[in-house]
C-alpha cells in the first residue's frame, strides 16, 4: 500500500504509458492527445488492460470501472484512489532480448529503494528538484522521475520535448547514457551545485569526465534492471559499484533484500571486493547495451533466420563501444539475394533502433579464418 503516490503523480505516469502503447499499438508515433473520446473503441480496451496490468488494479475487483468513462481525469481518479489497496506495481522490459517480459516490484520494495537513493544522493548534495528525461512508465523513469522525488519531499520536473528546461542549483537532472552523451558533445553550462544520475547502461568514462570538466558536480551511476530494480552506484566510472542499502550480497552472483530471505540472481557475472562493492565482468546471457537499451544480438540472428530467403546469419557490434550498434552478414538462399535484401529491409524499418543492424553485408559462405572459424568481415 502507498500513501504517497498523488492523482498528478498517476496521471503523468499513465500519459507516458499511453504514448507508449498507442504508438506500438498503431506502429505510428502518437499525436498529442488529451481526452479518451480522441482513441477508438478497442485502442480504448487495450489501454485499459495496460494500466490494469501497470497498477495491477485486478486486486481490487474494480478494474472494469475504467470502461465506464471517458475521461482521462475520471482514470487517474480511479487509479489513485485504488492503488492505496494494491501490493505494487508491474513493469514490462523493453523486449529488445526476446518477448517482453513483465515484472512485480511490492510498494515496500519500490519504496526502499527510493530512500536509499536519496540517501546515497544526500551524502554529495542538497537535493531542491529533480529533473527526469526519462519515460515515467519504465522502471527507472518511475523510480527516479516518481518515486524519488516523493519520498525526498522535492517537486518533480518530466521532460517532454527535446532539451532540458532552465536549470538551478540543487537540481538533480536523470536520464539514459545517449542523451548524457548529447549533453556532454552540445558542451552543456551547469549551473553550480546540480547533479546527475545515469541509469539502464554504464556511462562511458569519456563522457562522464567530459560533464564534470563542464560542470556537472558529480554524476550517479546506478547498476540495476527491471528484473531487479537499482542495485547498486557508483560516482566515479572507475570506482566499483557500492550496493544500495536495502540490498545485501548472499553469494558471487546473487544478492537479496535487508530482512528478506529470497535470493535475487544479479544478470551480470560481478568479482565481488568485500560484501558491499563490487565491479562487472559482462553478462551472463550475452546481452549487450545500445543507446541505453539492453539488445541480444542472438535474438536479433533468430529474428533474420525466420525469413525464407535467408539460409545463415551472423550479427556482431560494429563501432566503439561508447556508440556501438549491430550489423549483420548474411547467406541467402539460394539465387534469392534480391529477395533477402527486401525481406531484411521490410522487415527492420519496423524494429527499434537499437536492434536495428546498420549495416548488412551479403555472402555465399560465413566469413571465417584460416581454422574455419567464425571471424569478424
Known amino acids: 500500500m502507498t500513501q504517497w503516490l498523488t492523482k498528478a503523480d498517476c496521471k503523468a505516469v499513465m500519459h507516458s504509458l499511453f504514448c507508449a502503447e498507442l504508438a506500438a499499438y498503431r506502429g505510428d508515433t502518437v499525436p498529442a492527445w488529451q481526452e479518451l473520446q ?49 501490493s505494487g506495481l508491474t513493469f514490462r522490459t523493453s523486449g529488445s532480448t526476446g518477448s517482453p517480459s513483465a515484472h512485480f516490484h511490492r510498494w515496500e520494495h519500490i519504496e526502499a529503494e527510493a530512500n536509499a537513493l536519496a540517501r546515497r544522493l544526500a551524502s554529495v548534495m542538497s537535493m531542491k528538484r529533480v529533473i527526469s528525461w526519462l519515460p515515467l512508465h519504465h522502471l527507472y523513469g518511475f523510480m527516479l522521475g516518481v518515486a524519488l522525488p516523493c519520498v525526498a519531499g522535492v517537486p518533480r520536473n518530466a521532460v517532454s520535448g527535446v532539451s532540458l528546461p532552465s536549470l ?18 552540445s558542451n552543456t553550462v551547469w549551473p553550480g551545485h546540480v547533479a546527475g544520475v545515469s541509469s539502464t547502461a554504464t556511462l562511458s568514462p569519456e563522457t562522464s569526465s567530459r560533464l564534470i570538466n563542464q560542470g556537472l558536480m558529480g554524476m550517479l551511476d546506478i547498476y540495476g534492471s527491471t528484473e531487479t530494480g537499482g542495485v547498486a552506484t557508483r560516482w566515479q566510472h572507475d570506482m566499483p559499484y557500492q550496493l544500495l542499502c536495502h540490498w545485501g550480497h548472499h553469494d558471487t552472483q546473487s544478492i537479496k533484500r535487508v530482512g528478506d530471505d529470497v535470493i535475487t540472481p544479479l544478470l551480470d557475472k560481478a568479482h565481488w571486493h568485500n560484501d558491499t562493492t563490487f565491479t562487472l565482468n559482462g553478462r551472463h546471457d550475452g546481452v549487450i547495451s545500445i543507446g541505453g537499451v539492453n539488445v541480444s544480438p542472438s535474438y536479433v540472428k533468430q529474428r533474420l533466420l525466420s525469413l525464407e530467403s535467408v539460409e545463415e546469419c551472423v550479427v556482431r557490434t560494429t563501432g566503439n563501444p561508447a556508440q556501438q550498434r549491430l550489423k549483420a552478414f548474411i547467406v541467402p538462399a539460394s539465387g534469392q539475394e534480391p529477395v533477402a535484401a527486401q525481406d531484411i529491409a521490410q522487415m527492420i524499418a519496423k524494429w527499434p533502433a537499437a536492434e536495428r543492424p546498420v549495416s548488412v553485408t551479403y555472402g555465399d559462405a560465413l566469413p571465417t579464418n584460416t581454422l574455419g572459424k567464425l571471424s569478424d568481415w
Open 38 to 86: 480522441e482513441i477508438d473503441s478497442l485502442e480504448r480496451l487495450h489501454l485499459a488492460a495496460c494500466v490494469n496490468e501497470f497498477f495491477c488494479l485486478h486486486e481490487t475487483g474494480l478494474e472494469d470501472r475504467l470502461l465506464m468513462t471517458y475521461s482521462f481525469d475520471d482514470w487517474a481518479s480511479f487509479v489513485a484512489e485504488a492503488i492505496t489497496e494494491t
Open 168 to 185: 538551478s542549483s540543487g537540481d538533480l537532472v536523470v536520464t539514459v547514457p545517449p542523451r548524457w552523451d548529447y549533453l556532454a558533445r
